[in-house]
């Protein structure tokens, strides 16, 4: 079976465990993985605290947050064993909470919550599952240790015995160390030798995410030796996991795997080039088609693809839909976001005019307003084509404040323009539902990143599976998911900003607006093939495929997968998704 761990996991809307892609990609894929049967369980941090809520001034656009406390006492199930991780010479007790992910075929994937708010635990050791990303490098550290370490032992205690563990990013890559003393058999650490982690490597693969050296979590020596202990730090020192004096987590987790991965074409020729001395593969994300088509849409799928939630390559006959449906659903899901927007800002949308959508977490790189490099040829285009409607969202980390600066932007150019055909609306706290409803409900899905930073992005994937299709900046999936005038359209990439800006404005005026207010026909046949060609690829159900061809099961035929020899969770008292 296949042990899968991840810092963060968008389990449900209610759990506030994630904080943007890569949490909602491993949902995605546990949820894909129940809908498939693979025998499979999961490992994450309860996050007691969430990640956090954001507060936008609506007049100064300035960012302020908010704990997000939830209670998994009353959604998840207890598990007896407690399991215990060293950290700076002190025991740290770890405990897991249940829950049992239920795909469309009824099979149950069970997702394990690490707990340290132990009674027995030191209180500032109580705190280190609270909150997600927050604290200092001690802080992210220690939870790195409690997730990698602390996981892999609660499996075990719990008799799983994985043939295969994923880490989904670095932050899990410490899960190798117990892995390499139970291939030690009580030995200890220090009489590691290569066949020792070659043992390691044939039971690992890594993903990794991060297409910029900075993004790639690294520590001090002196808080690997001090955290970690002497024994584990020079391990992971021996066997070349140190860089430039620091413990580089991508470094452990290349090491130890025999299977390593970026999340796109692209991000896998930029990982290669940031690794060389390292072979690295790509298979490119996807999302859940169950979770991000709008209900209207799924009306029309379940009528015309009965078996699309099973079998997702069935939407490349999406082709065959009606358009007229598709536009009608279509506006069902546009009407949903009008009036949540009325609801959440006070601004009245018209359902006519032509609406951009732009929500990602809120970094410099994605550069939210690149779309007002020139404001003024932008409300003239509004007025050339009846207006012009662009709804924005995105948190951006407490501490990254040129990240902030940039919803400021937004937000004051907003209250600029208010008097012009061009309305702007930047939503706050951006999460899974409100994600949902965007990039069902506008009618063109806007992405800028500065290449090569873009590993992948599956905000634009979502908006095909409803029939949206992008305007993107050819980096990350869209490299792959571009057919021009067919499931979107790319903006010219150059290092001048204006010169993108311009290739931008002129793909809204001169092709995009023009087709959407004229040629109506054409127009519907992109809404369609959108969904055909992209929605039918870019999906969990896809990526999990070839996940299980080429990293977990290489060496054995699909269909021949064993059955889990792991405990079989408890139906009667588990909470199924």
Known sequence: MVAYFSMEIAVAPEFPTYSGGLGVLAGDTLRSAADMGLPLAAVTLVDRKGYFRQCLDPITGMQTEEPQPWNPDSILTPEEPVVTVTLEGRPVAVRGWRYDLEGVTGHRIPIYFLDTDLEQNDPKDRTLTDFLYGGDADYRLRQEAILGIGGARLLRALEYEPTVYHMNEGHAALLTVPVLEQELHGAGLQTATERDLEAVRRRCVFTTHTPVPAGHDRFSGEQAYRILGTERAGMLERFGCFHDGLLNMT????????FVNGVAMQHGKVSRQMFPEYTIDAITNGVHAGTWTARSVQAIFDKHLPRWRQDNVTLRYAIDIPENEIVEAHAASKQVLIDTVKAASGVEMKPEVFTLGFARRAATYKRADLLFTDPERLVKIAEKFGGLQVVYAGKAH???EPGKAKIRRVIELARDLRETPLQVVYLENYEWK?????TGGVDLWLNTPRRPYEASGTSGMKAALNGVPSLSILDGWWIEGWIEGVTGWAIED???EAVEAMSLYDHLEKLILPLYT?????????????????GSFFNTQRMLEQYVLNAYFPERPAEKIPESKSPQPDLENSVAH
């Open 251 to 258: 470094y452990v987790a290349l090491r130890f795997s025999r």
């Open 518 to 534: 004229k040629d109506t026909g054409q127009w519907r046949r992109i809404m369609r093939s959108t969904i055909a060609l992209n």
């Open 494 to 496: 150059n290092d001048d």
């Open 434 to 438: 409100l994600g949902a409803i965007l």
């Open 398 to 400: 407490p501490a990254d």
